[in-house]
């Protein structure tokens, strides 16, 4: 049995989650004025370090596993230069000190990316400053169509407690500094996230009896089905040996093209083939095969294939559909040379060739292949004709 436990969703749930590990001893254990305010500060940023994952991409380059120990570690070197400030009676709050600590070493030691890096000490400049007490200018960390996120005034930890509960139960895009539109991305992964864990648990539902043998009886028609699609490998080094001894680059590309599609199918056939064998009975089911079988069976694309192809959203139908137009290509290009008109998508590594054709032309034209590149225009041209 596994136990995972993962942060909870929305600012008010993480930072409740986050202030729930604190006491009132914590908290008064500073006597500095802005302690208490910082405090406050430092879990409203944890907790949008966190949120900003669910947004993909658009949140983090990289996915980061920011903990409860980021925090208590900033937590204790708060207290610590805020308690040195009260000793040496110094008014100022060394601001530099505290985001180079927090922004670079706690919560940036996890940080790889650079962009990444620059959001994080772009939070670290809004939330951190003078600007917090200016009781002229009240400061929000954002401010929504329904609500104001403030810094609240705290006395203790059940203040605080209250303080963020009476924060909103979902939080806008634009509390964490992005654009309306990336909780377009979020609730449309949500909704697909949500569906598919659906149709695993309805494909898993039934173990026994007639369920199973229909199971078993649709897995095997399908992979007959997909069995009698896959091609027969091609046979690359006798395709090698009707060049001349030096290859121009795009049938080097052809070759590699070639050798990649041939893992392909191999995969697909041996993954096949021992499946029908394992239903049979006449080997045991393992971890794989069961991928395979539950993908087959609720048409989602098998791990095992994915690796070999190159990235795709595609479902089974769909992709089997792409997986023969690729077949198409590779016939076409084997049997008639290069052709007039390259389907990209349809190459495990588009680049290669693209680049193969910028090595040809320069060939051709005695040009600098370090000085050449090549450029795309829209046209109203539709085929090779």
């Not at 076409?332 to 290669?352: F, K, R, T, Y």
Request: charged content about 25%.
């Amino acid at each position: 049995m596994k136990i995972v436990t993962e942060p909870p969703d929305g600012m008010r749930l993480n930072m409740k989650a986050i202030v729930n590990k604190l006491n009132d001893d914590q908290l008064n254990d500073c006597q500095h004025h802005a302690f208490k305010p910082l405090t406050f500060v430092l879990a409203f940023l944890h907790a949008t370090l966190l949120d900003r994952r669910k947004y993909g991409k658009i949140g983090w380059n990289v996915a980061y596993d920011f903990n409860e120990s980021d925090f208590k570690i900033s937590l204790r070197l708060l207290n610590l230069y805020l308690k040195k400030s009260i000793e040496n009676k110094d008014d100022t709050i060394p601001w530099a000190s505290l985001k180079y600590l927090v922004g670079e070493a706690m919560y940036g030691g996890r940080v790889t990316d650079d962009f990444d890096r620059r959001v994080l000490i772009t939070y670290l400049d809004e939330f951190m400053g003078d600007f917090l007490f200016d009781k002229n200018n009240p400061f929000f960390f954002a401010k929504s169509n329904d609500y104001d996120y403030s810094l609240p005034k705290i006395k203790d930890h059940e203040g605080f407690i209250n303080s963020i509960m009476n924060l909103p139960h979902s939080d806008a895009a634009v509390v964490f500094g992005l654009h309306p539109n990336a909780e377009i991305t979020y609730y449309a992964n949500f909704a697909k996230e949500m569906q598919m864990s659906l149709i695993i648990m309805q494909s898993e539902g039934g173990a026994g009896g007639s369920s199973a043998a229909s199971r078993d009886a649709f897995l095997n028609e399908t992979s007959d089905e997909i069995l009698g699609k896959v091609p027969v490998q091609y046979d690359v080094i006798m395709l090698r040996k009707r060049e001349a001894e030096e290859l121009p680059p795009t049938k080097v590309v052809q070759f590699q093209e070639l050798e990649a599609f041939n893992k392909l199918t191999i995969c697909m056939s041996k993954t096949l083939v021992d499946l029908k064998r394992a239903l049979r009975g006449e080997i045991g089911m393992n971890s794989n095969l069961d991928d395979l079988a539950a993908s087959l069976f609720n048409g989602l694309l098998p791990d095992a294939w994915r690796k070999l192809t190159p990235q795709t959203e595609k479902k089974l139908g769909s992709w089997m559909s792409w997986f023969e137009r690729r077949y198409q290509q590779y016939e076409n290009w084997c049997n008639n040379g290069d052709p007039a008109v390259m389907w990209l998508s349809g190459l495990q590594i588009p680049e290669s060739y693209t680049t193969a054709l910028v090595q040809a032309c320069c060939r051709t034209k005695q040009w600098a292949l370090d000085k050449s590149t090549l450029f795309t225009s829209v046209t109203d041209i539709t085929d090779a004709r």
